[in-house]
């Protein structure tokens, strides 16, 4: 039964979005089931803001919409880089097809871009 109760719990914790499963349940020792990233978040948003910079992108009539961590993903293994990566969306002030600027910030510091609906 206590397999069966540990399985549930990981689930659980996977499903919630939970980093650690709780030490009593891990035998005194903690579980992580996500790595942690590389990169602070604050380092990733700077080698962004450098790369538009670099690269001339008109972000003007952008905000920043969002910088979310993906340890999987489309670009994980692409032309664009290869492993993890910080996910930085500028969108539009108003919707537009194509409106949004994608900058996608690999653990190893290198960087691309691409364009989002």
Known sequence: MDKYLAIYLLVIAL?????VLPASRAQDKIISVRPSPAMDITDAIAIAMQYVTDK???????????????DSGPWTKSQMGNGPYWQIIY????????????ILVYMDKSVSHTYGK
């Open 91 to 102: 969108e539009m002030g108003q919707y537009v097809d194509g409106g949004q600027i994608l």
């Open 56 to 70: 001339n992108l008109d972000i003007s009539r952008h905000f920043l919409q969002s910088v979310v961590y993906h």
């Open 15 to 19: 499903l919630n979005g939970g980093l």
